[in-house]
């Protein structure tokens, strides 16, 4: 245990996390994403886990330790414009964690498995909302004043 680090992040996702640069993006995905499947194309090639929280409990976590300057959701098929409640609450989190991300953009379906096997990693969570998928984008962190 670390004082000041979320209990949840444990030592592979905090490699993970810290061995992303600029621009590196992270797969945050639910229980019905083919998470394995997907996790064997990355960059770090290996699937990472956080299988007994939320999707918004997860990216709590992840949001206090990486800066994210983009966010990305899956489009439930068929309703593209559709915001399932999972991912409403993700923009609430991000409106209030990490604001600089803004508004979260929209990826169809199998164009977003296509977009997953280029990221750094994926991080599959306990969500069993559908929809719970989301890419995140590594920002920066500034130099101190």
């Given at each position: 245990?670390?004082?000041?680090?979320?209990?949840l992040?444990?030592?592979?996702?905090?490699?993970?996390?810290?061995?992303?640069g600029?621009?590196?993006r992270?797969?945050?995905?639910?229980?019905?994403?083919?998470?394995?499947?997907?996790?064997?194309?990355?960059?770090?090639?290996?699937?990472?886990?956080?299988?007994n929280?939320?999707?918004?409990?997860?990216?709590?976590?992840?949001?206090?330790?990486?800066?994210?300057?983009?966010?990305?959701?899956?489009?439930?098929?068929?309703?593209?414009?559709?915001?399932?409640?999972?991912?409403?609450?993700?923009?609430?989190?991000?409106?209030?964690?990490?604001?600089?991300?803004?508004?979260?953009t929209?990826?169809e379906?199998?164009?977003?498995y296509?977009?997953?096997?280029?990221?750094y990693?994926?991080?599959?969570?306990?969500?069993?909302?559908?929809?719970?998928?989301?890419?995140?984008?590594?920002?920066?962190?500034?130099?101190?004043?």
């Amino acid at each position: 245990m670390l004082k000041g680090i979320d209990p949840l992040l444990d030592a592979d996702v905090l490699f993970a996390l810290r061995a992303m640069g600029h621009g590196d993006r992270l797969v945050v995905a639910d229980t019905n994403f083919p998470a394995d499947t997907v996790a064997r194309e990355t960059a770090s090639g290996k699937l990472l886990r956080i299988a007994n929280a939320d999707t918004e409990r997860v990216l709590t976590a992840v949001l206090s330790v990486l800066p994210v300057e983009a966010v990305a959701r899956m489009e439930v098929m068929g309703a593209p414009d559709e915001i399932p409640q999972v991912q409403a609450d993700v923009q609430q989190l991000l409106n209030r964690a990490a604001p600089e991300a803004g508004e979260m953009t929209s990826i169809e379906r199998f164009a977003f498995y296509d977009a997953a096997k280029t990221a750094y990693a994926v991080l599959t969570t306990g969500e069993r909302q559908f929809y719970g998928c989301f890419i995140l984008t590594k920002g920066v962190v500034p130099p101190d004043a």
